[in-house]
């Protein structure tokens, strides 16, 4: 079982920065992906990926946050980051963490954590 605890969401004026932090605990034999989504009210996506990680290092963002966001993974902490940078009014959204156990199929979700662009 896989538990994942996201933080470091707020408010914070457009331009700015945050730094998401999603903890995990438990671990995955086999290959994985480490996601970030966002929602946003009334979207029509459940949720939106944002960037993800594979096992082998391989990272692959959104065309809307290419160049302002960064994903890393602190291994020996077992923290995956979301560096925003740049951010924008329309960055406004629950921002999410997911696992994704390739082999077993399962995926594991966050509860969540808020980021507020607003002047």
């Known amino acids: 079982q896989v538990q994942l605890v996201e933080s470091g969401g707020g408010l914070v004026q457009p331009g700015g920065s945050l730094r998401l932090s999603c903890a995990t605990s438990g671990n995955i034999s086999g290959p994985y992906l480490l996601n970030w989504f966002r929602q946003t009210p009334g979207q029509r996506k459940l949720h939106e990926l944002v960037?993800?990680?594979?096992?082998?290092?391989?990272?692959h963002y959104a065309d809307f946050v290419k160049g302002r966001f960064t994903i890393s993974l602190d291994a020996a902490k077992k923290t995956l980051y979301l560096q925003m940078n740049g951010l924008k009014p329309e960055d406004t959204a629950g921002y999410y963490c997911?696992?994704?156990?390739?082999?077993?199929?399962?995926?594991?979700w966050g509860q969540g954590t808020q980021v507020t662009v607003s002047s």
């Open positions: 997911m696992v994704h156990d390739v082999w077993r199929g399962v995926d594991y």
């Open positions: 960037a993800f990680m594979s096992s082998r290092g391989a990272v």
